[in-house]
C-alpha cells in the first residue's frame, strides 16, 4: 500500500476515455463497438491499483475479485476499465505475478501531470418543454360544481410557513456522502480487520473466499507458517483451491477424534516440525506429522486412542435343520 502514490492519484484530474474495441458474433462476423470509461470509474480503478503498489507504482497485481470488492463495479466494467487505461498510458501491463494475476505498474509521471490538468466539466442535460399538443392531459377541466364541498385541507393546515416566524422548527441539511469517502471508509475497516488477525488485506481476501469451516485452518496455515492460501479460481474445479479445502477438512476431523481444537492440533504440529523443519506448500503434507503429534499428546496426557466407528460384528446366518451338511471326499491314497 503506497500513500504516496494514492495522493497523487487523488490529485490527477482523470477524463473520459474513448477507445474502440473488436468483438465477434456468435454468427462469425466482427463488429467494433465505441466505448466510453467515465472519469469517476477510471480513478476508483487507479485508487485500488495505488493500494497494492509501491511508492513509484510497481507491484500492483490485485485480482479482479478484489477490485470489485474494493470499488463495488461489475467485473465487465472493471476488465473495461482496465484496457481503457492501459489505452491511455496510465499504467502498464508487467506480465503475470506468483499468485496467478496480472501485474501492473502505474505511470507515476503521467499521474502527477495530470494534476496539472483542467477538471472536466459536465454538461448539464435540458429537459425539453412538452407542448401542449404532446401533453397527455386534458384539453379542458371540467370545473367543479358551485354546491360540491372543497376537498382542501383545513384552514390550520393551509398556515404560510413564513408566518411561523421564529418558531418555525429549523430541519439541518442532509449533508451529501460522496462515495469515494464510503470505498475509503470500507477499506479501512478492512485494513484494520486483517491487521487486527495479523494477515495483509489481500491474504485476508483470500482466506474468506474458502468455505466457513474451512476459513480458521486457512488463517493458521498462514499465521504459523506463512502460506498464503491460493485464492479462488474463477473457473474450473479448483485444482490447488480444491486441495486446501480436503487438507483443511481432514486436519480438522484428525482434531476431532482426538478431541482437541484445531488451533491446539497446529501448536502440536509446530513442536514437532521445528527442531526439524520440512517443506511443504498445503495442508495435506501435514496429516502424517499431525497424527503422529497428536497421539504423543495423548500418551503425555495419558488420553485413550482416538474414537473410531467400529465395524460392525459379522453373525452367520444358521443353517437349517433339514439341510444337510455338504460331505466333502477325499480321493483315496494307495
Known amino acids: 500500500m503506497s500513500v504516496k502514490l494514492m495522493t497523487k492519484v487523488y490529485e490527477a484530474h482523470f477524463h473520459d476515455i474513448h477507445f474502440e474495441k473488436e468483438q465477434k458474433k456468435k454468427s462469425g462476423e466482427t463488429i467494433t463497438r465505441k466505448i466510453t470509461i467515465v472519469a469517476s470509474t477510471l480513478k476508483s480503478i487507479a485508487l485500488a491499483l495505488?493500494?497494492?503498489?509501491?511508492?513509484?507504482?510497481?507491484?500492483?497485481?490485485p485480482g479482479l475479485t478484489t477490485l470489485e470488492d474494493k470499488t463495488e463495479l461489475s467485473r465487465h466494467t472493471v476488465i473495461l476499465t482496465l484496457i481503457a487505461l492501459k489505452h491511455d498510458?496510465?499504467?502498464?501491463?508487467?506480465?503475470?505475478?506468483?499468485y496467478g494475476t496480472n501485474n501492473y505498474t502505474i505511470n507515476k509521471e503521467k499521474v502527477i501531470e495530470m494534476a496539472t490538468w483542467e477538471r472536466q466539466e459536465r454538461k448539464k442535460k435540458v429537459v425539453k418543454p412538452v407542448h401542449p399538443s404532446e401533453s397527455s392531459s386534458p384539453d379542458l377541466v371540467n370545473p367543479l360544481p358551485e354546491t360540491s364541498e372543497s376537498t382542501s385541507p383545513e384552514p390550520s393546515f393551509n398556515r404560510d410557513l413564513n408566518q411561523l416566524g421564529a418558531n418555525a422548527p429549523v430541519v439541518p441539511k442532509r449533508e451529501k456522502q460522496d462515495k469515494m469517502d464510503t470505498f475509503l471508509g470500507f477499506e479501512r475497516l478492512k485494513q484494520e480487520r486483517a491487521a487486527q488477525l495479523g494477515l495483509s488485506p489481500e491474504v485476508l481476501d483470500a482466506v474468506e473466499s474458502y468455505p466457513a469451516d474451512c476459513q480458521h485452518g486457512a488463517r493458521l496455515m498462514f499465521q504459523r507458517h506463512k502460506l498464503t492460501p491460493p485464492a479462488k479460481p474463477k473457473s474450473g474445479k479448483g485444482g490447488d483451491y480444491a486441495d486446501w479445502i480436503n487438507g483443511i477438512?481432514?486436519?480438522?476431523?484428525?482434531?476431532?477424534?482426538?478431541?482437541?481444537?484445531?488451533?491446539?492440533?497446529?501448536n502440536e504440529f509446530y513442536k514437532i516440525w521445528n527442531p526439524s523443519p520440512f517443506t511443504f506448500d498445503r495442508p495435506g503434507a501435514m496429516t502424517k506429522t499431525m497424527r503422529a503429534a497428536l497421539a504423543r499428546l495423548n500418551l503425555r496426557e495419558g488420553v485413550n486412542e482416538p474414537t473410531t466407528e467400529k465395524?460392525?460384528?459379522?453373525?452367520?446366518?444358521?443353517?437349517?435343520?433339514?439341510?444337510?451338511?455338504?460331505?466333502?471326499?477325499?480321493?483315496r491314497v494307495a
Open 249 to 266: 477438512r481432514d486436519i480438522a476431523k484428525l482434531c476431532a477424534g482426538y478431541k482437541v481444537s484445531l488451533e491446539d492440533g497446529f
Open 311 to 331: 465395524e460392525p460384528e459379522h453373525h452367520p446366518v444358521p443353517r437349517p435343520a433339514h439341510i444337510p451338511k455338504p460331505t466333502t471326499f477325499r480321493p
Open 50 to 61: 495505488a493500494d497494492n503498489a509501491n511508492d513509484e507504482g510497481e507491484g500492483a497485481y
Open 89 to 98: 498510458q496510465i499504467i502498464a501491463y508487467a506480465g503475470i505475478s506468483k
